[in-house]
């Protein structure tokens, strides 16, 4: 394939070549996963080699100098070249001009605040998101004097009402985690950029292959890229992309804080995107099955995806989630938290992991806010709500197994099983 370098901005893929070969803008979604980032020239591995190196060599300081010059990484914070070849192929995927991957995606969440807000700014995030992102915003932003409120993101007027004049970002998740609420980024963005703000998505749960918040009017857009993106239970990287000028910031934050991601990790996350446009469709469309056999048994209360009809805003996920609603789902048993744990011991083929985003169907109790207890931090996950990571498996294998485990719940006899617990005898933390 002939034409213009794969990253939108045109810069090295990261093998010392400019990349000559993309395909046209227009190609599929799926096409484009298949080829983004890859290297260029007349002659290019067909796989980016895995470069396990902390830095580059030269001959001597002039050559050194000359190659800085042309912005070539030299060191490993500099962005090695599966790092790089990353970066161009999510900035692609995700419409954006550039992108930074770093090792986790707390890790780019936490960068993407440090780059851009200060002290006496005001965040707005998003309500039943991520645990992780309120308590790094409540646990550690407050202490340098950034202050946060919490506000419904399907409902711009709420996220409104949440601004003060000292707002500069708000964070919202496409589809929460694990309140499964689909953020109206559209609505949202008009609200934010009327008061000069900046909107930031978190995308991890839909993808770039369900949905490209940027295209949507958000400035910039984050992942957990070791989930869906990477998809093999198997790697840990996070990826913030968008405009060059708001990257060129994160990343120069993420060379003086230093969370960079290993080569391997890199080259497993971008070999993961390849096949990300068959995953999520087969995923997508199993886990709508399994919502649907969900909520038609007795022993489940309710169920939460995206992809079900929602009174409130019926035409959200219709303009949001065109080709899918993403392979992630919570749900409610009417025996409440025992049965919970009875029905994670009654599956025959899903395990309780505490991830989510991988080959493997997956269940587990939701993050949970820590509760102090004597002396140290307490988590413990277990409630009525479920949440399910649907994998690759055949969803009528799947569906089996969930009507099994939901046909023996007796609400009326609770199991006294406790939850499941790590080695050291703590339940499992979740993410
Ligand atoms: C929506 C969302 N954002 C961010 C994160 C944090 O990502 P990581 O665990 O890679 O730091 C997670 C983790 O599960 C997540 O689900």
């Known amino acids: 394939m002939k034409g213009t370098s794969d990253r939108p901005d045109g810069q090295d893929t990261g093998n010392g070549q400019p990349d000559e070969g993309s395909f046209a803008p227009d ?25 396990q190196t902390t830095a580059y060599a030269y001959a001597d300081a002039g050559i050194a100098e000359a190659v800085a010059m042309t912005g070539q990484p030299m060191y490993a914070r500099d962005g090695m070249p599966n790092v790089l070849a990353l970066e161009g192929a999510v900035a692609e995927l995700e419409g954006a001009a550039d992108a930074h991957a770093v ?49 419904a993101s399907n409902d711009p007027d709420a996220v409104a009402a949440a601004m003060t004049p000292a707002t500069r970002l708000v964070l919202a998740e496409t589809i929460s ?44 857009v984050i992942h957990s890229a070791g989930k869906f993106l990477g998809g093999h239970h198997d790697a840990t990287g996070g990826v913030v992309a968008g405009p060059a000028p708001l990257i060129d910031a994160i990343r120069r934050a993420g060379f003086l804080f230093g969370p960079i991601l290993s080569p391997l990790d890199a080259w497993l996350i971008l070999r993961g ?24 048994h007795p ?5 939460r995806y995206p992809g079900l009809p929602d009174p409130d805003r019926p035409s959200l996920a219709g303009a949001m989630l065109p080709r899918g609603a993403g392979a992630l789902l919570a749900f409610d048993l009417a025996g409440g938290t025992e049965a919970a ?45 479920l949440r399910m990571s649907v994998g690759l498996e055949d969803p009528a294998d799947l569906i089996a197994d969930i009507a099994q485990a939901l046909d023996r719940l007796d609400p009326l006899a609770p199991s006294t099983r406790h939850g499941p617990t790590a080695a050291n005898g703590r339940p499992h933390e979740t993410s």
């Open 27 to 51: 190609a599929s979604f799926r096409t484009r996963a298949v080829h983004a980032g890859r290297a260029g020239g007349p002659v290019r591995p067909v796989s980016v080699p895995i470069v």
């Open 177 to 220: 985690n694990p309140g499964m609420v689909l953020t109206d980024v559209p609505g949202i963005a008009t609200v934010v950029h009327r008061a000069g703000a900046r909107l930031v998505v978190d995308n991890t749960f839909a993808t770039p292959a369900l949905c490209r918040p940027l295209g949507h009017g958000a400035d910039l």
């Open 299 to 303: 022993a489940v209360r309710a169920v």
């Open 273 to 296: 995107i390849r096949t990300l446009a068959p995953r999520i469709t087969w995923m997508s469309a199993s886990a709508a099955r399994i919502a649907g056999a969900l909520a038609d």
């Open 341 to 385: 744990v009875a029905f994670t011991r009654h599956l025959r083929t899903i395990p309780y992991v505490a991830s989510v985003g991988g080959t493997e169907t997956t269940v587990s109790f939701p993050p949970q806010p820590p509760t102090q207890g004597p002396g140290e931090i307490v988590r413990d996950h277990r409630c009525a709500t």
């Open 103 to 151: 090792a986790s995606g707390m890790a780019a969440i936490s960068l993407t605040l440090l780059a851009l807000l200060s002290a006496g700014d005001h965040v707005v995030l998003n309500a039943g998101g991520y645990q992780d992102t309120v308590s790094l915003l409540h646990e550690h932003l407050t202490r340098f004097g950034i202050d946060v409120t919490i506000a």
